[in-house]
């Protein structure tokens, strides 16, 4: 079975930095993996992703502040945040899209999410 474990979130004042790790577990053969959040009261919003580690796709608002990084032999994807801001906090959920076993099918799967808050 497949399993995303996120940690690293936490509270953090604004301007400072704070990074976020994803590690999957179990057969799987993953074509990307990414970070979504989710503040409440409000959907899910893409964060950032990435496939090789090299080459990456930002939100906007976070272009510029975050980095992610990929660990392929590791399964981990990692988000490293700088610049934080109050609007920066949510959950931060993690997403790989990816095959498990032998099968050929893509799946999304998904982190439990870790909290973030930014706040002085």
């Known amino acids: 079975q497949v399993q995303l474990v996120e940690s690293g979130g936490g509270l953090v004042q604004p301007g400072g930095s704070l990074g976020l790790s994803c590690a999957a577990s179990g057969s799987i053969r993953i074509n990307a993996m990414g970070w979504y959040r989710q503040a409440p009261g409000k959907p899910r919003e893409f964060v950032a992703a990435t496939t090789s580690g090299t080459n990456a796709n930002y939100a906007d608002f976070v272009k510029g502040r975050f980095t992610i990084a990929r660990d392929i032999a590791m399964n981990t994807a990692y988000l490293q945040m700088t610049n934080l801001k109050p609007e920066d906090t949510a959950v931060y959920y993690c997403?790989?899209?990816?095959?498990?076993?032998?099968?050929?099918?893509?799946?999304?799967?998904w982190g439990r999410g870790t909290q973030v808050t930014v706040s002085s």
């Open positions: 997403h790989a899209e990816g095959s498990p076993g032998d099968s050929t099918h893509i799946w999304d799967y």
